[in-house]
């Protein structure tokens, strides 16, 4: 149960996301670069055209040390907090107060030299670190909500166990990562990730506490994903794009897991799932029955990596232990 510390924690959370939000787009009509034409799907748009040595430095130096500054407080709340509270701990305020500044560090950064981590890494890499967080959290919540229809998948709790221990790490890279991948432009696209990014970040800064463990507030945070992919999609596609993919392959993965963790009645899980078959029925009647199949794509990839990812899980556990014996 959230208490009132708790969710006043996550309001002001969610509002101060907001306003950042609002930032990165005022600042953002400062910024007038001129860019390569697009290129393609793998392409990243938003990088210059002739990269210096300090435009590569500034992003990898901030993204670096906002990566190893996460990771220090993180080992230190396992080792020195280690006990959950309603309020905020010590440790809370410096996780809040660090990560406002490489938020703020990043926008500095970008007004003077713009291009981010994008210049010399895979788009894929960035949509990839946010989807091995997802298939991690269904790893993590096997054994509480189920993986398919509230059916627990057959993984160890070993597996589950490790994963709980050490994915404050992995989320932390995923978030941070993807953070310093893009300029802080204030296109739409972007700003839906930012937003996304401030929540994730937030969640990260806020370990140990009751907020950061409230099955309403993560399961937001593993539905938004649904509303970033498809608004993105649209934009960057149109109405005739790949967005029903998206939309209903996250959707699709709430419905067959996400939803079973928050208490709702069987009554409004059947009225849920429900809903779900009719509208993809309903947008695909339009899109052409023969691309139903754009459904299953996200829900199949997701949850191949859960099974490929307990099995290394697995297999890295036995060989450490087999070492130490």
Do not use: C
Not at 235 to 245: D, E, K, Q, V
Not at 274 to 297: H, M, N, T
């Amino acid at each position: 149960m959230l208490t009132k510390t708790g969710r006043s924690v996550l309001v002001w959370g969610v509002l101060g996301s907001a306003a950042l939000t609002g930032a990165v787009w005022l600042l953002g009509q400062r910024l007038h670069v001129a860019l390569l034409p697009d290129q393609g799907a793998s392409w990243y748009y938003w990088k210059l055209p002739e990269p210096t040595v300090w435009t590569r430095v500034s992003a990898w130096l901030g993204y670096a040390a906002h990566q190893v500054a996460s990771w220090w407080l993180i080992y230190l709340a396992q080792t020195r907090v280690r006990r959950y509270t309603t309020g905020l701990h010590r440790l809370n305020v410096v996780a809040l107060a660090v990560n406002g500044a490489f938020i703020g560090l990043h926008v500095v950064q970008t007004q003077l030299f713009y291009d981010g981590l994008a210049q010399d890494v895979s788009i894929f890499s960035s949509q990839g670190s946010v989807v091995l967080l997802l298939v991690v959290v269904l790893l993590m919540e096997n054994r509480r909500r189920g993986l398919l229809l509230a059916r627990p998948a057959p993984i160890s709790a070993e597996v589950v166990r490790i994963a709980r221990r050490y994915h404050g790490y992995l989320f932390s890279w995923a978030a941070i990562y993807t953070f310093w991948y893009h300029p802080m432009e204030s296109t739409s696209g972007h700003l839906i990730g930012f937003f996304y990014m401030f929540l994730l970040l937030l969640q990260s800064s806020l370990m140990f506490t009751t907020a950061h463990t409230n099955r309403w507030w993560t399961l937001t945070l593993e539905v938004l994903v649904a509303v970033h992919g498809t608004l993105v999609a649209v934009m960057n596609s149109g109405p005739n794009g790949l967005w029903p993919m998206f939309f209903f392959g996250f959707v699709a993965i709430f419905v067959l897991t996400q939803m079973h963790g928050v208490g709702f009645s069987v009554r409004t899980r059947w009225w849920i799932a429900g809903w779900f078959v009719v509208a993809a029925l309903a947008v695909y009647s339009w899109r052409g029955l023969g691309r139903i199949d754009e459904v299953v794509r996200i829900p199949a990839v997701e949850y191949l990596l859960v099974a490929v990812l307990a099995a290394l899980v697995w297999a890295v556990a036995r060989t450490v232990r087999a070492t130490r014996r």
